[in-house]
C-alpha cells in the first residue's frame, strides 16, 4: 500500500492503539471534569459520570465491529457513507472533524496555562502555538514516530494518576464522598454531563488510524477494548481518590474561591505543602496527561480531515499524501491553523462545548450505521460483533440523544452556533460536490 500515492502506510501494533486511545482522552482526567461537581456536586457529577461511561462501553463495543468491517482513515463519515449515503456521510464526518479539530485548542491552552506558571514571562498564548506548531511537525514526520511517542508519554500519564491515588487514597474519607452531594438538585446531574464526557472525550479516534494498522481486524479490538477499560478504571480512581480527601468543593475551588480546572493539584494541596518536593513533581508530571492528548486528537483529526479531502466532501488538496513521510500533511496543517484561529477568540469553555457537540452527533449517526449495516449487509464479514447486538447499539444510541438533548438545553445558543456550521458545511456541500468529481 506504501507505494500507492493516496494511501496511508500500515505501522501500527496493538499496545500502539493502545497508547493511542488511552492518551487521546487522559487529559480528560487531569483538567476540566472538576468544574462538573460545581453544576452536580459528587452525586449529581457521579451519576453523570455512570451515565456516560455506559454509554462509552457500549458504543466503543459497536464502534469497534464498524472499525473492524470497515479499516478505513475516515472513520464515521465511512460507515455512514456506506450505510447511509453521501448525505448522512457527510454530517458524520463534519462533526468528526468538529469534535477533533476544536478539541486541541482547548488543551493547547491548559498547556500554555500550565507553563506560564513555571515561565510566567512566556504568554500562555505564544506557548499554545508553539505547542500547535511542534506537534503538527511531529505528526508530519511520520505515523510510526508520532505513536510511538504517543506510547511513551500515555504511559507517564497512565503511571502519574496511579501514583496520584496511591497517595490520595490513604487520606480518602466516606463522609466526602456524602457532603453537600446534590447542591442544585437532580438537574445538577443533566448540567454535569458535558464534563463527564470529558473524561472520555476522543477515545474513538482509534478507528480514524484503522488503515495504518497492522492486521486491522484482529489489532483494533485489542487496542481499542483494552484503552476503554483502561479509562474506565482511571476515571473511578481519579474521581474518588480527588473528592475523597475534602470534599469536591476542594477540587473545584482554589483558596480564593475562584475555580479552577486543575483539580489533581487542589486535592494534592490538602495533603502536602505547596513546597514539597513530591508536589511539584506530580503537578510537573501532570502536564503528560495533557501532551499525550493534544499529540493524539491532533493525529486523529489529520486522518479525519484527510479522508473527507480524499472522499471530495472537502477540498481535494486535504487529501493529499505527503510522499516523503506518507502521512496527511496538508490536512495536518489546515487543522493547525483553525486551531490557532480557535486559540484566539480565548473562549475555551464553548470549544470544548462545540467539540462535544460533534461528538454526540457523531456517536448517534455511527450507532445507527452499525444497526443499518446489519440490515443492509447481514453477511459482511465481522472479524468482531458487538456484544448482545442489538443491545449494545440501541443502548449507546439513546444515552448519546439524551445527552445531546441535556446540553443542547444548557447551552442553547452554541447549539444553535453549531448547527450553522453544520447546515452552512452541508450547503457548501451539495453546490460544489458534484463538481469536484
Given amino acids: 500500500m506504501s507505494e500507492q500515492p493516496n494511501q496511508l502506510k500500515r505501522s501500527l501494533n496493538a499496545t500502539m492503539l493502545w497508547g493511542l486511545g488511552v492518551g487521546y482522552v487522559i487529559s480528560g482526567m487531569y483538567f476540566g471534569w472538576n468544574l462538573g461537581l460545581e453544576k452536580g456536586g459528587t452525586l449529581g457529577m457521579g451519576l453523570a459520570t455512570l451515565f456516560i461511561s455506559l454509554m462509552y462501553i457500549t458504543f466503543t ?10 479499516p478505513k482513515a475516515g472513520g464515521a463519515f465511512d460507515y455512514a457513507e456506506r450505510t447511509l449515503g453521501k448525505d448522512w456521510a457527510f454530517f458524520a464526518g463534519m462533526a468528526q472533524n468538529i469534535e477533533f479539530i476544536f478539541a486541541p485548542p482547548a488543551i493547547a491552552f491548559a498547556i500554555g496555562a500550565y507553563f506560564n506558571l513555571f515561565f510566567p514571562q512566556l504568554s500562555i498564548l505564544s506557548i499554545a502555538i508553539t505547542a500547535y506548531i511542534i506537534f503538527t511537525a511531529l505528526n508530519i ?26 497517595i490520595t487514597l490513604p487520606h480518602f474519607q466516606t463522609g466526602n464522598l456524602v457532603k453537600n452531594a446534590l447542591p442544585n438538585g437532580w438537574q445538577g446531574a443533566f448540567a454535569s454531563i458535558p464534563f463527564a464526557i470529558w473524561f472520555f472525550l476522543g477515545i474513538e479516534g482509534v478507528a480514524n488510524v484503522a488503515e495504518e494498522t497492522k492486521d486491522p481486524q484482529k489489532t ?31 477540587v473545584v475551588y482554589t483558596r480564593e474561591g475562584t475555580p479552577s480546572d486543575s483539580p489533581l493539584p487542589l486535592a494534592l494541596s490538602h495533603i502536602v505543602t505547596g513546597n514539597n518536593f513530591l508536589y511539584h513533581m506530580l503537578v510537573t508530571v501532570g502536564l503528560f496527561g495533557l501532551v499525550a492528548s493534544f499529540h493524539g486528537i491532533i493525529l486523529a483529526a489529520g486522518r479525519s480531515t484527510f479522508e473527507f479531502g480524499r472522499a471530495r466532501f472537502a477540498p481535494a488538496g486535504l487529501g493529499h499524501i505527503n510522499r516523503r513521510f506518507q502521512t496527511p500533511s496538508t490536512a495536518l496543517l489546515a487543522n493547525m491553523v483553525i486551531g490557532i484561529i480557535a486559540l484566539l477568540t480565548g473562549k475555551t469553555s464553548e470549544i470544548i462545548i462545540l ?15 452499525v444497526i443499518k449495516l446489519h440490515c443492509k449487509e447481514p453477511n459482511l464479514h465481522r472479524p468482531f460483533k458487538a456484544p448482545f447486538y442489538p443491545l449494545f447499539p440501541m443502548l449507546a444510541l439513546l444515552l448519546a440523544v439524551i445527552s445531546f438533548i441535556a446540553i443542547t438545553i444548557y447551552n442553547f445558543k452554541l447549539a444553535l452556533f453549531y448547527t450553522g456550521i453544520l447546515l452552512a458545511g452541508y450547503l457548501l456541500f451539495r453546490i460544489f460536490y458534484k463538481q469536484s468529481l
Fill in 141 to 166: 514526520s511520520g505515523v510510526k514516530a508520532a505513536a510511538t511517542f504517543e506510547l511513551i508519554i500515555t504511559i507517564l500519564a497512565v503511571g502519574e494518576l496511579l501514583l496520584f491515588s496511591g
Fill in 61 to 70: 463495543f459497536s464502534y469497534t465491529e464498524l472499525a473492524c468491517a470497515i
Fill in 355 to 369: 467539540s462535544v457537540f460533534g461528538a454526540l452527533t457523531l456517536y448517534i449517526i455511527s450507532m445507527i450505521a
Fill in 220 to 250: 483494533i479490538l485489542k487496542g481499542f477494548g483494552s484503552a476503554i477499560l483502561t479509562l474506565v478504571v482511571l476515571c473511578i480512581l481519579t474521581f474518588v481518590s480527588s473528592v475523597g480527601v475534602a470534599g469536591w468543593e476542594a
